[in-house]
C-alpha cells in the first residue's frame, strides 16, 4: 500500500513540479594545468543527471549546467556544459533566478595559479610543483545570495571517512537547506557506479535512506523537494 | 593505381602481420592526489585504439595496455585496463616478448609524491601544494630494454609548439625507432578529435603525412610495421 502510493506519487503523470523552476549542476569539474594535463575528480555525473531527467519527468523547466560527465545529457532538458568551477558558477549565476538549485557537481575545490600556455616540457628542469589557489564556492555563494537565493538550496557531500558529521558541518558553513551526503570511498562502489546510499541532512536532522538506484534516489529527492517547495507556497 | 594497391594491401585479406605479436599503450594514465581527485590529460585513447585495432585486422596478435579512455575496447584484442604510469609499466613489462611495441599513450610524465589516503579537505588549512615526482618512463625503458627490447619501438610525441624538432630530440633520448608527432593544442581538434595529422620521425628523416582520420592513420601506420618488421625479417 505504502509502496503504491509512493509510486503513485512517482508516476509521470503526477506533475509535482510543473511551473517550477529548478537548476542542478553535476558531474566533475577539470582544472587545467597546460594545454593537455588538468585536475579532475571520479565524479560521473550519474546522480545529477539523474536528478535533472527526474525533476524533468515531475514537470520543472530544467537547467543542467554540467562538467564534462561521462552520461548523456537527458532528455527534455537544457544542459549547458563547462570544464572549470569558474566556469560552471558563471553559467549557474547566469541561470537564476530559480525555486529550487541542487549542486550535485563535484566542484574541484582548487585551481593551479599559473596554468601554463604551453604544454609543460619534461625535461625543463625537473618536477614542477603545483601551487593551488581556492575555487569559487558556488554552493555558498548561491545559498547566500543577497537577492537571488533560491527557496531551496541543496546541496551534496562526497566523504570518505565521518560522512555525516562532514555533512552536518558543510551545511551550517554554506548556508544551504539540505545536504545530500555519500561516502565516496573507492570500497563502496559508489562514484562512477549506479547504486547510492545518502543520507539526507537538514535542519530537522538525518535520514538515512537505503541504498538505491541513482534513478530512484533522484525520483526520491524530487519528490521531497516538491513537498517542501508545496509547504512553502507558491 | 596507387589508391588501389594500397586499399589491396590494407584490406582484411592481407594478413601482413600475420604471426606476429604487437603490444599497443593507449589513452591517458590517471594519477591520484587523494581517493576522488587525480591529475589527468586530454588523450582520448582513439588513436591508439585504433591502431590496436588495424594490427589486430592484419593478423596480429595484439595486447591493448589501455589508461582510463573514452572509448571501446576493440573487438578480438586482449585488452588490459590500467590507471596509473606504473600500473601501465608493470603491465607492460608482463606482456613482453612483442614483435613491435607502439606506445600511444599519453603517459603522465609525473605523479603527486604524497598522494593521501583521505579526501584532502578544504578547510585544512588552505590550499595544497601539489610535490610531483617523474613517473617511470615505459617508452625509453623498453627501448633501451637490455633483453627484451622489441624490434620496432614506436613512440608517440604530442606537442603543443615545434612539434617536429621536439619529436626528433625525442628519438634519440628515449633510443625508438619511430616518433609519431602531432600537434595537439586545442585549436587542432586532434586531442579527442576523429581526425590527425602526423609526422613521422625516424633515422631515415622526416615524413608529413596528410591529415586523416585515426583509423586511416592507423592502417597506414601498421603497414608500414608490416613492411619494417618484414624487412627484418622473421
Redesign the interface.
Known amino acids: 500500500e505504502i509502496l503504491g502510493a509512493i509510486e503513485e506519487m512517482l508516476s509521470p503523470q503526477q506533475q509535482i513540479l510543473k511551473g517550477r523552476r529548478v537548476l542542478v549542476t553535476s558531474g566533475p569539474t ?1 582544472e587545467p ?1 597546460d ?9 560521473s555525473g550519474k546522480q545529477g543527471h539523474a536528478i535533472a531527467a527526474a525533476a524533468r519527468a515531475a514537470g520543472a523547466e530544467v537547467v543542467l549546467v554540467s562538467g564534462p560527465a561521462e552520461v548523456a545529457d537527458p532528455q527534455g532538458v537544457r544542459t549547458l556544459h563547462v570544464e572549470s568551477a569558474r566556469d560552471m558558477m558563471a553559467a549557474v549565476e547566469e541561470n537564476l533566478p530559480v525555486d529550487c538549485a541542487i549542486f550535485a557537481a ?1 566542484v ?3 585551481r593551479v595559479a599559473d596554468a601554463s600556455d ?2 609543460i ?3 625543463a628542469g625537473g ?8 575555487n569559487p564556492d558556488i554552493l555558498a555563494s548561491i545559498a547566500r545570495h543577497h537577492t537571488l537565493r533560491p527557496r531551496l538550496v541543496v546541496g551534496f557531500a ?4 565521518q560522512v555525516v558529521a ?1 555533512a552536518k558541518a558543510k551545511r551550517e ?1 554554506k548556508g544551504c537547506d539540505w545536504i545530500v551526503a555519500n561516502d ?3 570500497a563502496t562502489g559508489i ?1 562512477g557506479g549506479d547504486l547510492n546510499t545518502v543520507h539526507l541532512v537538514s535542519a530537522a536532522g538525518v535520514e538515512d535512506w537505503p541504498s538505491a538506484s541513482k534513478a530512484e534516489v533522484a525520483r526520491r529527492l524530487v519528490a521531497r523537494i516538491a513537498a517542501a517547495l508545496g509547504e512553502a507556497g507558491r
Do not use: C, G, Y
Open positions: 577539470h594545468i594545454p593537455v594535463r588538468f585536475i579532475a575528480n571520479r565524479s563535484a574541484a575545490d582548487w604551453q604544454k616540457k619534461k625535461d618536477a614542477p610543483t603545483l601551487h593551488l589557489v581556492e562526497a566523504e570518505t571517512e562532514h558553513r565516496v570511498s573507492p562514484m
